[in-house]
């Protein structure tokens, strides 16, 4: 089945204690749509500048991602930097040039609208409601969010809220949004907004999914060089939805499944720069290391 | 099989952002043995002042602890002070008076020397491999240890992790005994020092075992109110070694077992302070509560 994903395309400036690196192809739908392609043929919406290089439309479509809603403005490609503590927990943001993001408006192609499953990669919540109004029938719709909307666009956001089928959110995003510490009764008070199912990730610590009919809980894979997290929550949804759409169902077992496929994408994202090691991988890299991934959490 | 627990006996005061309790039965060895009593009629070694209580003495007793090896000394009984932060992950110790612990020189009752599971909770480890010389032949032997000893009796700890079957450290303490900030890489450390196992906890995070043949990992019992969580990783090895006791080995698929039995144990005791939880509930609630947690981990 189909998968759109609607997000930002970036330049990022990455540093960490090891090392630093400049206009790394990067941005939440990119990370998503790459680790989706493991599994399917996503559909991207976003906003590049005309200084975006051709090589780098070239490996987005050779990751086989559907550039049709690829859209080219007059300007410059949207700019992030940061800077990782030596932990990896902690990130500063360097800077942002919002550049051609900043007037963002996404229309989808005539072709993307009958897309059964549908990412909403963090954005502007009105923007995420007016890009998801342009899908037909979703029949599976995810979101993600930040802390930044959280703060200056609540209303939005809960309004947004309601029109999904799940929101992932990272453990401060959660604890933010609900002013509730202990990350289960977070995770509850989000139900109650809207959403049936909340993806909740805690970094190296896992994550798990709440819903009415599912509750399961993952650590993260074993990484043992991290060489930069960037993209990581970005690149677990796309694992997420990727083996969803790829199974064509969002049945609780497959949202179990699917829990599996996002931690493990992520691992891979976080062993590289951007996209670099994701884009390398088969779905056959990514099916062993679930089973690995299995051998550690199965009795 | 027989277990025998080695360690401290504490009168707590422990402060959260809810509650302040004064003279709360506790120590690692109380902890420890106290959740180990849910599965076995452990061995207790410790010490106490001639201020202890009658009524510990009984609540003890009650639980189905062994308690020849209590040593009842001229003296006050340990005292400790500790108090959470909001977010329980900070703890700030507030006072510690040793008393009669200051000379704690375990001599085990003879009929303790054939003890087949062994656990040295936290001590100085010169006094731990003091304890462990008196036992005959132990099968397994697990050791905890702290900050404190990492930093002021290194040689003695490495001298006891090349004697031990396994060690028990949280995340904190594997990062300062092997100066290695990824837990993956601080746990192979810590096996390259001697012991075949490591049980690393996370706190709410949980915790996972590493060896040769066996990588386990688990997330937390998602416990909805806390209350107090002194005692939290002294309840998980009294579970995990109450388990291995009960089952009477320390097989790979017994390890595994054991962490799940860990990982229950620690949530009942948070949710009391001190034993109050642990000491009102019944192998079967534990049971109950390992399938519940089974349901959150299985595909």
């Known amino acids: 089945m189909s998968l759109i994903v609607i997000g930002t395309l970036a330049y990022d400036t990455v540093e960490t204690s090891f090392e630093k690196r400049e206009n790394v192809l990067g941005g939440s739908a990119t990370h998503c749509a790459v680790a989706a392609s493991r599994f399917v ?19 987005l479509r050779g990751c086989g991602i559907n550039l049709d809603g ?35 408006d996404p229309k989808l192609p005539d072709s993307y609208r009958d897309s059964n499953f549908v990412f909403l990669a963090n954005a502007v919540p009105a923007i995420q409601m007016k890009a998801l109004s342009q899908v037909d029938k979703p029949e599976f719709v995810m979101a993600d969010t930040m802390n930044l909307w959280i703060e200056v666009a609540r209303d939005d956001l809960l309004q947004l809220l309601t029109r999904i089928d799940a929101i992932i959110l990272n453990d401060e995003e959660a604890r933010m949004l609900t002013g509730e510490n202990n990350l289960i009764r977070a995770a509850s008070q989000v139900l109650d907004m809207g959403p049936r ?12 999914i709440m819903g009415k009919d599912v509750h399961f809980s993952l650590p993260s894979y074993p ?37 599996l496929y996002g931690t493990v994408t992520a691992s891979f994202c976080v062993q590289g720069f951007g996209i670099e090691q994701l884009q390398t991988r088969a779905l056959a890299d990514i099916e062993s290391r679930v089973q690995e991934l299995l051998s550690i959490v199965t009795l």
Chains 1, 2 share one sequence.
């Open 41 to 59: 043929k996503p559909r991207l919406v976003t906003v590049v500048g005309n200084d975006f290089k051709e090589e780098h439309v070239e490996a």
């Open 197 to 208: 199912y909340v993806v909740l990730k805690k970094g190296e610590h896992g994550a798990f």
């Open 70 to 104: 690829l859209e080219v403005a007059d300007g410059k490609t949207f700019r992030w930097g940061g800077r990782y503590e030596p932990d990896w927990n902690t990130r500063h943001t360097t800077f942002t040039e919002l550049n051609v993001l900043g007037d963002f």
């Open 223 to 259: 990484v043992v060089e991290v060489l930069d997290p960037t993209g990581a929550g970005d690149s677990f949804a796309g694992g997420f939805m990727g083996h969803l759409a790829k199974t064509g169902n969002a049945k609780p077992e497959t949202l179990r499944k699917a829990m």
